[in-house]
């Protein structure tokens, strides 16, 4: 099993930036992908942004150029930079990790943008 801890989301005006956090219960070299969903009231999950074992990363057409994913492997964290953020970014951010063939997912976090 693996337990998803995710932090950061918050509060923030149209064109600022935030970083979100997930923290693993174990080793993420070992999973093969992790990554970051979110949902929107209303709306279906949707994938945002993901990076698989050998660091190669995947993100959707709407957040390329603004989200960066990335990962440190000795604090078992995933990250979400997120630059240049837009009310239609407004969503519960999950972090996943797909593991020994189970999707893993976190309680989620609240990001809202708006002025």
């Known amino acids: 099993q693996v337990q998803l801890v995710e932090s950061g989301g918050g509060l923030v005006q149209p064109g600022g930036s935030l970083r979100l956090a997930c923290a693993a219960s174990r080793s993420i070299f070992s999973i093969r992908d992790m990554g970051w969903y979110r949902q929107a009231p209303g709306n279906q999950r949707e994938l945002v942004a993901r990076i698989l074992t050998g660091g190669d990363t995947n993100y959707a057409d709407s957040v390329k150029g603004r989200f960066t994913i990335s990962r440190d492997i000795a604090k078992n964290t995933v990250y979400l930079q997120m630059n240049s953020l837009q009310p239609e970014d407004t969503a519960v951010y999950y972090c996943?990790?797909?593991?020994?063939?189970?999707?893993?997912w976190g309680q989620g976090t609240q990001v809202t943008v708006s002025s």
């Open positions: 996943t990790a797909y593991y020994y063939s189970a999707r893993y």
